[in-house]
């Protein structure tokens, strides 16, 4: 600027015409003029810059509407920089009317705004406003890219709006935008959100260059997918490898989830190597808890320990443990780890850890321990969120403590649906159906209104204590309160009608749903199959297939065993093909339910080709093998398939046991089923149970051992003994032991036999040995105790007199 004004001051001295006065005077004002254009311009830059930072840090909606005030007033309304930042705050503060507003100042043509907008809505949790605004981009005809499509499609997901995402999905089509890996990797979660699992694999080859965000996606994709197809995330990663594409964090977080759903230790211990030997997710708290789920879900608990002692152990990965024993059934070992976690490892527990070992406690009705934490909780000044309001009304309910329950549910300033279910849910478990009624008239008078998870646990209830009354009453309350039309409500019902023996209502309720899930049919099918409809089963399962419903494993285990009641093989071979095509047979409780299913049609052969094939057996498997050669007398196979076990480190259960002691006394095995009842307790820590005494007495009955059937059951820790000594008593009359038989009748008659058949057997064992007088003594008072033994018929008489 000093060299300009000094120009001019040579100018004005060197005029000398008029001309030149006035052509100077001219480029005076250009420059001035240009000066104060940069004045301006610098001074919008810096009102720009000061009001982008006040808009970043507004907190209130008062404050930000004084800020656009002040944009107003500087002349920068339509500037579309300030004006996005402005809509995007207004969004986030919750103001849309404002929001919209700003939008429509600065709306224009430039598709980038709108992109920016529409990530701003979604961010700010308003997916309905991303869709509005593609409505409106394409009734304007303003076009959309990749960007725009990605958005609206993640806006889908969160509506959970399939129909709408399919549109989209055409649109992207339409502009050959299918084959971006964003929009692919969008198209992959919306479909695998919604459960639409055959569009998967579809959508992820249109992706022309799949990069490793692809293949994550594909792979989590199936990770929300608790089923058996997820078996084909472990190809995709190992094309992904093939690719040279390094498996990151979050694929290995995601194959990690699909192992712990399928139950696959073999493919999550080898994710878990990859993770070491590639220093993937070194002190990593998400991919930590993910190994140990995995190995907790998997029952592999001393892996799971392992991994907690060797890291840091956070507090999530504690609560995936608890949570998995939990889950597995080993509650007691979760309220154990509470210990560990707590004094050994030194990690704070939080409400999620209580609220797991509550449940545990709950499972196993360990009050003192539920009250001592809820003790530390009065201690330590916790304060008691909803979570653990709730884990404790539990536990009390469960424990029969329900006034406890109930004293702790009225301390609750703040109370919502979930702890009302939970209060009424603990009255229906104390046979308190009144109260729970009751309940929930109050609930409904304190203006909160009772959802979808109320209807729903006061349908279990009733359905579980096959209270048919009360069970219509809440059908009907569901009509009038418009829960009738929710899909989730009407299996509940068709549930409850099929359990309490009302198969044609249940029949009812399926037909007038007019969108069936695998639910719908699945119920149907087990109340079919449960009732004796064996037949009905078989045909729903085939129309179920017919309407285009693929079935799980539920469902086809319910299809085996009504096929393997009617001795349907050929119906039988038919579903093993299902599940051989749908790569079903890697689950392991549809292999084991069809390899019982075809020894009861009498095809051993291809129940032992079944076991043979799968690559991993589990326990049930190992009994389901073994009890398919018992039912067919080969007791050489099953004391091998036991060796066996035992070789391979496979601990039996109780259904083992009495698989093989069954044989062994049926087969007269009085040495080999000596030392396997002995190693129940000494080598496996399996307590026996009333059938393991049973079968051990019949098997020394039928040797004539009868003084050592009556020491083991001396010995034994049962509380009913009396079938047991009946089957021995029997024994002592076939072989002619009185004075064993005396002994057992002097203590069955101690204990006031129920039975009608006990008073039987005595007498005939008295009118054996010729004492009449005691023979009539014990008719006698059989018919003081008002026991009478009702007369056998056979199911061709009852046949018969219905016919006539």
């Known amino acids: 600027m000093m060299t300009i004004s000094i120009i001019l001051r040579n100018l004005a001295g060197n005029t000398s015409s008029k001309f030149d006065k006035i052509a100077m005077l001219k480029l005076r004002r250009r420059l001035s003029g240009s000066t104060a254009d940069k004045n301006s311009c610098s001074s919008k830059i810096c009102s720009f810059d000061k009001f982008a930072s006040l808009i970043q840090g507004c907190a209130d909606v008062r404050f930000l509407k004084k800020i656009h005030g002040r944009v107003f007033t500087h002349g920068l309304c339509r500037d579309v920089i300030v004006g996005s930042k402005i809509l995007s705050w207004y969004a986030n503060l919750g103001a849309l009317p404002e929001s919209r507003l700003v939008f429509q100042k600065i709306a224009s043509d430039d598709l980038s705004l709108w992109n920016s907008t529409m990530v701003d809505y979604f961010r700010a949790g308003y997916p309905e406003e991303v869709i509005i605004l593609y409505k409106r981009l394409k009734l304007h005809q303003i076009g959309f890219d990749g960007k725009t499509i990605t958005f609206v499609l993640k806006s889908c997901t969160e509506l959970k709006n399939l129909s709408l995402g399919k549109g989209v999905h055409v649109d992207s089509l339409k502009l050959c935008l299918s084959g971006d890996k964003f929009v692919g990797s969008s198209l992959i979660g919306l479909y695998s959100k919604l459960g639409r699992v ?6 992820f080859k249109e992706i022309i260059n799949k990069d490793i965000i692809a293949y994550t996606s594909m792979i989590t994709g199936y990770s929300d997918i608790v089923d058996s197809i997820a078996w084909n995330a472990f190809e995709i990663a190992i094309d992904m490898l093939q690719n040279n594409l390094e498996v990151n964090r979050v694929t290995l977080v995601s194959l990690l989830k699909i192992a712990a759903n399928l139950g696959a230790l073999k493919e999550g211990k080898s994710l878990h190597c990859y993770s070491i030997r590639r220093a ?10 993910s190994i140990v789920n995995l190995y907790t879900r998997c029952g592999a608990y001393q892996s799971a320990t392992a991994v907690l002692r060797n890291s840091k152990g956070t507090v999530a990965s504690w609560n995936a443990m608890l949570s998995g024993l939990a889950r597995a059934g080993q509650s007691f070992n979760a309220i154990q780890y509470l210990s560990a976690m707590m004094h050994d490892h030194k990690v704070t527990p939080d409400s999620v850890t209580f609220a797991n070992v509550l449940s545990a406690c709950a499972e196993l009705c360990y009050f003192r321990i539920a009250a001592s934490i809820h003790a530390y909780f009065i201690r330590r000044f916790m304060p008691v969120d909803v979570v653990l309001a709730t884990a404790l009304i539990e536990v009390y309910s469960k424990c029969t403590r329900i006034m406890r329950s109930r004293h702790l549910f009225d301390q609750l300033i703040i109370k919502d649906a979930v702890c009302y279910n939970a ?17 929930l008239k109050c609930m409904m008078a304190e203006g909160i209104t009772p959802d979808f998870a109320t209807v729903l646990s006061l349908l279990a209830a009733f359905a579980d204590q096959r209270d048919l009354v009360r069970g219509r009453w809440i059908h009907g309350y569901a009509i009038r309160h418009g829960f009738g039309s929710d899909v989730d409500v009407k299996n509940q019902i068709l549930y409850m009608y099929s359990v309490c023996g009302k198969v044609t209502a249940a029949r009812a309720m399926f037909d007038s749903l007019e969108k069936k899930n695998l639910v719908s049919w699945t119920t149907m099918m087990k109340g079919c199959l449960s009732n004796g409809h064996v037949d009905e089963v078989v045909q729903l399962f085939q129309v179920m297939q017919k309407h285009g419903e693929k079935p799980d494993c539920i469902s086809l285990i319910t299809a085996v065993q009504a096929s393997a009641d009617r001795g349907h093989l050929n119906s039988l071979k038919q579903i093993h093909c299902f599940v051989y095509r749908s790569l079903l047979e890697k689950d392991k409780i549809t292999a ?14 291809l129940s032992i080709n079944l076991f043979c094939s799968l ?8 009994n389901a093998m073994i009890s398919a050669y018992a039912m067919h007398g080969f007791y050489i196979n099953v004391l091998n398939m036991f060796k066996q076990m035992e070789e391979e480190n496979i601990h039996p259960d109780e259904l083992t ?22 190693s129940m307790t000494s080598v496996y820590s399996v307590l026996p149970q009333e059938e393991h005494y049973g079968c051990m007495v019949d098997l020394l009955g039928r040797a004539g051992q009868l003084e050592d059937g009556y020491k083991i059951l001396k010995i034994s820790n049962l509380k009913d003994k009396s079938s047991i000594l009946c089957a021995l008593l029997s024994a002592c009359r076939t072989h002619g032991n009185t004075e064993l038989a005396h002994a057992i009748i002097k203590e069955l008659l101690e204990h006031g036999p129920q039975n009608p058949g006990i008073y039987a057997l005595i007498s005939e064992v008295y009118a054996q ?6 023979f009539a003594n014990t008719r006698a008072r059989a018919n003081l105790s008002g026991l009478k033994k009702h007369p056998g018929s056979s199911l061709i008489e009852s046949m018969e007199q219905g016919m006539w």
């Open 592 to 605: 084991n339910s069809l390899i019982s299913a075809y020894a009861k049609c009498g095809r051993l052969d």
């Open 198 to 203: 055959d569009d998967l694999q579809g959508v």
């Open 280 to 289: 993937i997710g070194v002190s990593d708290d998400i991919l930590e808890t």
């Open 615 to 622: 690559d991993y057996r589990n326990l049930d498997t190992w």
């Open 769 to 774: 040995e010729g004492q009449w007088n005691a």
């Open 657 to 678: 046991f009495s698989t093989v002691l069954t044989v062994c006394s049926h087969a007269g095995l009085v040495e080999d089923a000596w030392r396997i009842f002995n």
């Open 423 to 439: 209060m009424m849910y603990g009255y229906l478990q104390n046979e308190m159906a009144n109260e729970a009624t009751y309940l």
